[in-house]
């Protein structure tokens, strides 16, 4: 039998038509739905007289829109809209919808991991690009336009041309206060937000083994801040154990036979993929953006670049243009700038770990009052077990707010909006011009970072971090 990487074998198991010369049709396992990229979709279904297909293997929540704050008092008309647009469309079509009154209501990358809706080999789709994050179970997962949520929602398949393989291999090991998140910052700014256009990661190596599921998550998440069509990594042990009793997850002796047929979709020894890369965790250090592409980062003990440091004429110009918008002066220390503004949460931050992370940081100091900080718990779910742990006291002690879940500050589609000319340490994933609110500076960091920031005032190594006693109430 041919030698195949992992991505090739979920590839070959869902492939149901192939014509020579056109794209294959993919079967699709799970489709994910949230309230900005569906309306049309659902419409589309309406005016052509169609069903959802496999309403079973469709689940939709509301992230995007929800406010943080008063979260049923929507007052944006845009915003309600498509939040009411989406609960009619679930009861129209009969699709299961975790509501702003459900515990599972949440960003929907992290709450379909958390309802166990994420599967090891299967095809996961979403009108949401960073549907990546769910490749951390081995499960092929990718965000696609909304005439494709369509076209899924109305045949439960997708035609795709198979894209090409990239192992990123991660050699040596994360370093103490060095994390996931740094990871994937490194990886991104030694190789640029193209470099994996056209291919399908797989991160391999021993620090990749290492790392928790929702460690996991966040490298796979930011996949696609790379360029990448999706991020995989092998299931193993960590995986299964992550799993294990979940709502949507098989039981008993169905879990372990589950797992027997899981276990085989890791790249067979002696396959090649198209393309090999290398990074090493040993000599990372904590990472912040300095730019307004995730690419333009650099280490915590950097300067502020000089645009005249880089290669080539178009990189200079970008980079001159991004200090400019970010309002930064080359040769000053990453560490001088001064933060106005704090934001822990997202898809790729907004888990348990990543609140426990921060909270770790928090306990015991006080956020500056030169700054505002907030966290927002990923989903429902996350927010009831960060209380139970009291983690919520030990934010809120330390001056955060403590925020109901959704996308919140990641993007500007909702009532958290930096005010032109603010500056953030934001624990989410695109840092673009205006990304966060007209005029805002974003700077891409770690939970961990994020919250040395908000304490300091301004960006500081966590490395150096004395870390008081961390006790669970
Ligand atoms: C609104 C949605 C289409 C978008 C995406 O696809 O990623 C958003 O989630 C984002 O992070 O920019
Ligand atoms: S948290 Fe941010 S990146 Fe994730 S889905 Fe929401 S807007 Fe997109």
Redesign the pocket.
């Known amino acids: 039998m041919s030698k195949k990487t992992m991505f090739q074998k979920i590839w070959d198991n869902h492939v149901i038509n192939q014509e020579e010369g056109k794209p294959s049709v993919i079967y699709i396992d799970l489709q994910l739905v949230h309230e ?2 569906s309306p049309q979709a659902f419409e589309g279904l309406r005016l052509s007289g169609r069903k959802v297909r496999r309403p079973d293997l469709t689940f939709a929540t509301m992230d ?1 829109n929800v406010p943080t704050k008063d979260r049923f008092n929507i007052t944006d008309p845009i915003s309600k809209q498509q939040i009411d647009t989406l609960s009619q469309n679930c009861r129209d079509f009969g699709v299961t919808l975790f509501d702003l009154d459900s515990l599972d209501q949440g960003v929907v990358h992290v709450m379909g991991p958390e309802l166990g809706l994420t599967h090891p080999g299967k095809t996961i789709v979403c ?4 549907t990546s994050t769910h490749g951390a179970f081995g499960a092929l997962a990718f ?1 696609i336009g909304t005439s494709e949520v369509e076209h899924v929602l109305a045949t439960q398949t997708l035609q795709q041309s198979r894209a090409k393989s990239l192992e990123v291999r991660i050699t040596g090991n994360l370093k103490p206060g060095v994390t996931a998140k740094d990871l994937i910052l490194g990886v991104i700014a030694k190789y640029g937000t193209d470099f994996a256009t056209g291919y399908v990661i797989e991160y391999t190596g021993e620090a990749i083994r290492g790392l928790s599921m929702e460690e996991r998550m966040t490298v796979c998440n930011m996949s696609i801040e790379g360029g990448a069509r999706a991020g995989l990594i092998a299931p193993d042990e960590t995986t299964f154990n992550y799993l294990r009793g979940r709502e949507y997850v098989p039981q008993g002796a169905d879990f372990d036979a589950a797992v027997a047929e899981w276990s085989n979709l890791v790249t067979d020894e002696g396959a090649t993929y198209d393309w090999v890369l290398e990074f090493d965790a040993d000599s990372l250090i904590p990472q912040v953006t300095w730019g307004t592409s995730p690419g333009m980062g650099t280490s915590i003990t950097s300067l502020v670049p000089d645009p005249q440091s880089f290669e080539t004429e178009n990189e200079r110009k970008a980079a001159e243009k991004a200090l400019e918008y970010m309002d930064l002066t080359p040769g000053t220390p990453m560490t001088e700038l001064k933060v106005d503004y704090v934001f822990i949460g997202s898809c790729t931050n907004g888990r348990i770990e990543d609140l426990r992370a921060a909270a770790k940081i928090a306990q015991g100091y006080t956020v500056d009052p030169s700054v505002t900080a907030i966290v927002v718990p990923g989903s429902g779910r996350v927010k009831i077990q960060a209380e139970k742990e009291g983690l919520d006291k030990i934010f809120e002690g330390a001056g955060f707010e403590w925020r109901d879940a959704g ?1 919140s500050m ?2 500007a ?1 909702n009532p958290d909006v930096l005010q032109p000319g603010q500056r953030c340490a934001s624990t989410s994933n ?1 840092n673009f011009e205006g990304r966060q609110g007209r005029g805002g500076r974003t700077h891409l960091v770690s939970p961990a970072m994020a919250v040395a920031a908000a304490i300091k005032g301004h960006f500081y190594d966590v490395r150096d971090w004395e870390i008081k006693e961390y006790q669970q109430a």
């Open positions: 900005v990229t995007h009108g949401d690009s960073h965000g996308c990641c993007l589609m695109r």
